[in-house]
Protein backbone atom coordinates (compact mmCIF):
# COMPACT_ATOMS: atom_id res chain seq x y z
CA UNK A 1 0.00 0.00 0.00
CA UNK A 2 1.55 3.55 -1.08
CA UNK A 3 -0.07 6.54 -0.27
CA UNK A 4 0.14 9.86 -1.93
CA UNK A 5 1.95 13.58 -0.48
CA UNK A 6 -1.17 15.20 1.21
CA UNK A 7 0.85 18.00 0.89
CA UNK A 8 0.92 18.30 -3.02
CA UNK A 9 -1.57 20.70 -4.40
CA UNK A 10 -3.65 17.90 -6.31
CA UNK A 11 -3.47 16.02 -3.63
CA UNK A 12 -4.86 17.81 -1.22
CA UNK A 13 -7.40 19.65 -3.56
CA UNK A 14 -8.62 15.95 -4.31
CA UNK A 15 -8.59 14.99 -0.84
CA UNK A 16 -10.39 17.91 1.17
CA UNK A 17 -11.92 19.23 -1.95
CA UNK A 18 -13.94 16.02 -3.10
CA UNK A 19 -17.88 17.00 -3.34
CA UNK A 20 -18.49 13.03 -2.82
CA UNK A 21 -16.75 13.05 0.17
CA UNK A 22 -17.49 16.12 2.25
CA UNK A 23 -17.48 14.13 5.51
CA UNK A 24 -13.54 14.27 4.85
CA UNK A 25 -13.59 18.26 5.22
CA UNK A 26 -16.22 17.88 7.79
CA UNK A 27 -14.18 15.92 10.63
CA UNK A 28 -11.16 18.03 9.63
CA UNK A 29 -13.03 21.23 10.83
CA UNK A 30 -14.38 20.05 13.83
CA UNK A 31 -11.59 18.37 15.22
CA UNK A 32 -9.03 21.43 14.18
CA UNK A 33 -11.66 23.99 15.21
CA UNK A 34 -12.61 22.06 18.23
CA UNK A 35 -16.35 21.81 17.67
CA UNK A 36 -18.56 19.43 19.54
CA UNK A 37 -22.35 18.85 20.19
CA UNK A 38 -24.88 21.31 18.57
CA UNK A 39 -21.65 23.33 17.10
CA UNK A 40 -20.39 20.46 15.45
CA UNK A 41 -20.35 20.81 11.43
CA UNK A 42 -22.88 18.12 9.65
CA UNK A 43 -23.62 19.21 6.46
CA UNK A 44 -20.88 21.36 4.19
CA UNK A 45 -21.02 22.77 0.46
CA UNK A 46 -17.45 22.32 -1.19
CA UNK A 47 -17.21 26.11 -3.19
CA UNK A 48 -14.42 25.45 -5.63
CA UNK A 49 -14.73 21.77 -5.71
CA UNK A 50 -11.51 19.83 -7.27
CA UNK A 51 -11.05 19.49 -10.99
CA UNK A 52 -8.13 18.12 -12.62
CA UNK A 53 -5.77 20.81 -14.51
CA UNK A 54 -7.35 21.10 -18.03
CA UNK A 55 -3.98 20.63 -19.64
CA UNK A 56 -1.67 17.88 -18.40
CA UNK A 57 0.79 19.11 -16.26
CA UNK A 58 -0.23 22.84 -15.81
CA UNK A 59 -0.68 24.72 -12.53
CA UNK A 60 -3.68 24.93 -10.86
CA UNK A 61 -4.65 28.50 -9.94
CA UNK A 62 -6.29 27.61 -6.81
CA UNK A 63 -4.71 26.00 -4.13
CA UNK A 64 -6.97 26.02 -1.33
CA UNK A 65 -9.99 24.34 -0.46
CA UNK A 66 -13.11 26.65 0.35
CA UNK A 67 -16.73 25.60 1.93
CA UNK A 68 -19.66 27.16 3.50
CA UNK A 69 -21.62 25.21 6.36
CA UNK A 70 -25.43 25.30 7.24
CA UNK A 71 -25.24 28.23 9.04
CA UNK A 72 -23.72 30.27 6.41
CA UNK A 73 -19.93 30.52 7.73
CA UNK A 74 -17.60 30.42 5.05
CA UNK A 75 -13.90 28.24 5.21
CA UNK A 76 -10.89 28.93 3.83
CA UNK A 77 -8.31 25.60 4.08
CA UNK A 78 -5.46 26.31 2.86
CA UNK A 79 -1.66 24.59 2.28
CA UNK A 80 1.57 26.11 1.99
CA UNK A 81 4.80 24.08 1.39
CA UNK A 82 7.09 27.45 1.65
CA UNK A 83 7.28 30.94 3.53
CA UNK A 84 6.70 33.48 1.08
CA UNK A 85 7.00 36.98 1.76
CA UNK A 86 3.47 38.92 2.71
CA UNK A 87 2.13 36.00 3.29
CA UNK A 88 0.62 37.31 6.85
CA UNK A 89 -1.04 40.13 4.56
CA UNK A 90 -1.89 38.21 1.98
CA UNK A 91 -3.51 35.68 4.06
CA UNK A 92 -5.84 38.53 5.99
CA UNK A 93 -6.52 40.37 2.50
CA UNK A 94 -7.73 36.98 1.07
CA UNK A 95 -9.89 36.20 4.31
CA UNK A 96 -11.46 39.76 4.24
CA UNK A 97 -11.73 39.97 0.41
CA UNK A 98 -14.24 36.56 1.38
CA UNK A 99 -15.50 38.23 4.13
CA UNK A 100 -16.70 41.32 2.11
CA UNK A 101 -17.42 39.70 -1.22
CA UNK A 102 -20.69 37.75 0.65
CA UNK A 103 -22.65 41.57 -0.20
CA UNK A 104 -23.51 43.83 -2.80
CA UNK A 105 -23.44 47.35 -2.12
CA UNK A 106 -27.53 47.46 -1.22
CA UNK A 107 -27.42 45.04 1.36
CA UNK A 108 -27.54 44.87 4.84
CA UNK A 109 -23.98 44.67 7.32
CA UNK A 110 -26.15 41.92 9.53
CA UNK A 111 -26.35 39.31 6.47
CA UNK A 112 -22.35 39.18 6.91
CA UNK A 113 -21.09 35.22 7.87
CA UNK A 114 -18.02 34.65 9.48
CA UNK A 115 -14.48 33.52 7.58
CA UNK A 116 -12.70 31.09 8.96
CA UNK A 117 -9.04 30.79 7.52
CA UNK A 118 -7.15 27.60 8.50
CA UNK A 119 -3.71 27.72 6.89
CA UNK A 120 -1.55 24.15 7.26
CA UNK A 121 2.01 25.39 7.44
CA UNK A 122 4.61 23.34 6.20
CA UNK A 123 7.66 25.55 8.24
CA UNK A 124 7.57 27.01 11.15
CA UNK A 125 5.85 30.86 11.17
CA UNK A 126 4.93 32.02 14.63
CA UNK A 127 6.70 32.27 18.05
CA UNK A 128 4.78 29.97 19.70
CA UNK A 129 6.10 26.52 19.87
CA UNK A 130 2.51 24.95 19.92
CA UNK A 131 1.21 23.15 16.39
CA UNK A 132 -1.71 24.79 16.26
CA UNK A 133 -2.44 28.45 16.91
CA UNK A 134 -5.81 30.06 17.03
CA UNK A 135 -6.40 33.84 16.50
CA UNK A 136 -8.95 35.94 17.40
CA UNK A 137 -9.49 39.58 17.18
CA UNK A 138 -9.42 40.33 21.14
CA UNK A 139 -9.80 43.73 23.47
CA UNK A 140 -6.08 44.08 23.99
CA UNK A 141 -6.71 44.69 27.74
CA UNK A 142 -10.01 42.81 28.61
CA UNK A 143 -9.59 39.98 26.29
CA UNK A 144 -13.14 40.46 25.21
CA UNK A 145 -13.92 38.51 22.17
CA UNK A 146 -16.72 41.29 20.35
CA UNK A 147 -15.62 41.01 16.47
CA UNK A 148 -15.86 37.61 15.93
CA UNK A 149 -16.46 37.17 12.05
CA UNK A 150 -12.75 36.74 11.49
CA UNK A 151 -10.90 33.85 12.70
CA UNK A 152 -7.31 32.24 12.17
CA UNK A 153 -5.73 29.05 12.45
CA UNK A 154 -2.67 27.40 12.17
CA UNK A 155 -0.93 24.25 12.13
CA UNK A 156 2.62 24.34 11.72
CA UNK A 157 3.66 21.10 10.36
CA UNK A 158 7.20 20.55 11.45
CA UNK A 159 6.36 21.67 15.11
CA UNK A 160 4.53 18.40 15.58
CA UNK A 161 6.70 15.50 16.39
CA UNK A 162 4.47 12.80 17.88
CA UNK A 163 4.70 8.99 16.53
CA UNK A 164 1.50 6.92 15.64
CA UNK A 165 1.90 5.44 18.64
CA UNK A 166 1.38 8.53 20.75
CA UNK A 167 -1.59 9.88 18.91
CA UNK A 168 -4.71 10.66 21.15
CA UNK A 169 -7.32 13.12 19.73
CA UNK A 170 -8.75 13.09 16.36
CA UNK A 171 -6.99 16.21 15.61
CA UNK A 172 -2.86 15.07 16.19
CA UNK A 173 -4.77 12.28 14.47
CA UNK A 174 -5.42 14.40 11.66
CA UNK A 175 -2.04 16.75 11.34
CA UNK A 176 -0.40 13.14 11.57
CA UNK A 177 -1.94 11.93 8.44
CA UNK A 178 -0.68 15.38 6.81
CA UNK A 179 2.79 15.10 7.45
CA UNK A 180 3.15 11.26 7.72
CA UNK A 181 0.94 9.78 5.50
CA UNK A 182 3.14 9.62 2.09
CA UNK A 183 5.94 7.57 4.72
CA UNK A 184 3.14 5.00 6.19
CA UNK A 185 2.75 1.23 3.77
CA UNK A 186 -0.94 0.72 6.07
CA UNK A 187 -3.47 2.71 7.16
CA UNK A 188 -3.22 3.21 11.13
CA UNK A 189 -5.77 0.98 13.02
CA UNK A 190 -7.94 2.85 15.96
CA UNK A 191 -8.62 5.69 13.70
CA UNK A 192 -11.63 5.98 15.37
CA UNK A 193 -13.57 8.64 12.66
CA UNK A 194 -14.89 7.90 9.65
CA UNK A 195 -13.80 10.79 7.67
CA UNK A 196 -10.06 10.42 8.54
CA UNK A 197 -10.35 6.45 7.32
CA UNK A 198 -12.43 8.24 4.01
CA UNK A 199 -9.30 10.57 3.82
CA UNK A 200 -6.39 7.74 4.24
CA UNK A 201 -8.75 5.43 1.59
CA UNK A 202 -8.61 8.16 -1.05
CA UNK A 203 -4.67 9.01 -0.13
CA UNK A 204 -3.91 5.13 -1.87
CA UNK A 205 -2.26 5.52 -4.97
CA UNK A 206 -3.51 2.62 -6.62
CA UNK A 207 -7.27 4.09 -6.07
CA UNK A 208 -6.10 7.01 -8.51
CA UNK A 209 -6.11 7.51 -12.43
CA UNK A 210 -3.38 7.62 -14.37
CA UNK A 211 -4.21 11.20 -15.86
CA UNK A 212 -4.47 12.01 -11.67
CA UNK A 213 -0.90 10.48 -10.87
CA UNK A 214 0.30 11.86 -14.14
CA UNK A 215 -0.47 15.39 -12.95
CA UNK A 216 0.58 14.65 -8.97
CA UNK A 217 3.62 13.56 -10.34
CA UNK A 218 4.31 16.76 -12.14
CA UNK A 219 3.28 18.90 -9.36
CA UNK A 220 5.96 16.97 -7.10
CA UNK A 221 8.64 17.66 -9.63
CA UNK A 222 7.28 21.69 -10.30
CA UNK A 223 7.33 21.81 -6.24
CA UNK A 224 10.57 20.58 -5.95
CA UNK A 225 11.99 23.38 -8.63
CA UNK A 226 10.36 25.89 -6.93
CA UNK A 227 12.08 25.11 -3.82
CA UNK A 228 15.60 24.66 -5.13
CA UNK A 229 14.92 28.00 -7.10
CA UNK A 230 14.25 29.97 -3.88
CA UNK A 231 17.25 27.93 -2.34
CA UNK A 232 19.45 29.25 -5.08
CA UNK A 233 17.88 32.96 -5.00
CA UNK A 234 19.19 33.02 -1.11
CA UNK A 235 22.16 31.48 -1.39
CA UNK A 236 23.29 33.53 -4.53
CA UNK A 237 21.86 36.79 -1.99
CA UNK A 238 24.05 34.92 1.07
CA UNK A 239 27.07 35.05 -1.19
CA UNK A 240 26.65 38.43 -2.47
CA UNK A 241 26.81 39.57 0.85
CA UNK A 242 29.68 37.63 2.17
CA UNK A 243 31.86 39.00 -1.27
CA UNK A 244 30.71 42.58 -0.28
CA UNK A 245 31.98 41.85 3.34
CA UNK A 246 35.08 40.48 1.95
CA UNK A 247 35.92 43.16 -0.19
CA UNK A 248 35.65 45.47 2.89
CA UNK A 249 37.86 43.87 4.94
CA UNK A 250 40.36 43.30 2.09
CA UNK A 251 40.21 47.56 1.80
CA UNK A 252 40.72 47.40 5.45
CA UNK A 253 44.20 45.76 5.06
CA UNK A 254 43.01 42.05 6.48
CA UNK A 255 44.63 39.21 6.18
CA UNK A 256 42.76 36.21 4.02
CA UNK A 257 42.89 33.83 7.65
CA UNK A 258 40.44 36.56 9.05
CA UNK A 259 38.23 36.70 6.02
CA UNK A 260 37.74 33.20 5.73
CA UNK A 261 36.53 33.37 9.43
CA UNK A 262 34.12 36.25 8.83
CA UNK A 263 33.02 35.13 5.18
CA UNK A 264 33.39 31.34 4.59
CA UNK A 265 35.12 32.01 1.74
CA UNK A 266 37.58 30.12 -0.42
CA UNK A 267 41.24 31.68 -0.41
CA UNK A 268 41.24 31.22 -4.04
CA UNK A 269 37.76 33.33 -3.98
CA UNK A 270 39.63 36.18 -1.84
CA UNK A 271 42.59 36.16 -3.71
CA UNK A 272 40.31 36.59 -7.06
CA UNK A 273 38.89 39.96 -5.16
CA UNK A 274 42.20 40.83 -4.22
CA UNK A 275 42.87 40.63 -7.58
CA UNK A 276 39.74 42.56 -8.84
CA UNK A 277 41.49 45.13 -6.52
CA UNK A 278 44.42 45.23 -8.14
Same mark, same amino acid.
Given at each position: ??????????????????????????????????????????????????????????????????????????????????????????????????????????????????????????????????????????????????????????????????????????????????????????????????????????????????? /? $???? &???? !? +???? %? @? *?? /? $???? &???? !? +???? %? @? *?????????????????????????????????
Amino acid at each position: MKFVDIKNDIAFRKIFGNEAKTEILISFLNAVLKLEGNKEIDWIEILNPYQLPRMAGSKTTILDVRARDKAGNFYIVEMQVTDRKGLDKRIVYYSAKGYASQLDSAEEYYKLKPVIFIGILNFEYLESPNYLSRHLILDAETKEHKLKDLEFSFIELPKFNKTQQELKTLVEKWIFFIKNAESLDIIPKNLDDKGLEIAYQQAERHTWTKK /E $LEDY &EYAC !M +REGD %E @I *AR /E $LFVE &EKGA !M +RKQI %E @I *AKKAIKKGFDNETIIDLTDLTIEQIEKLRNEKN
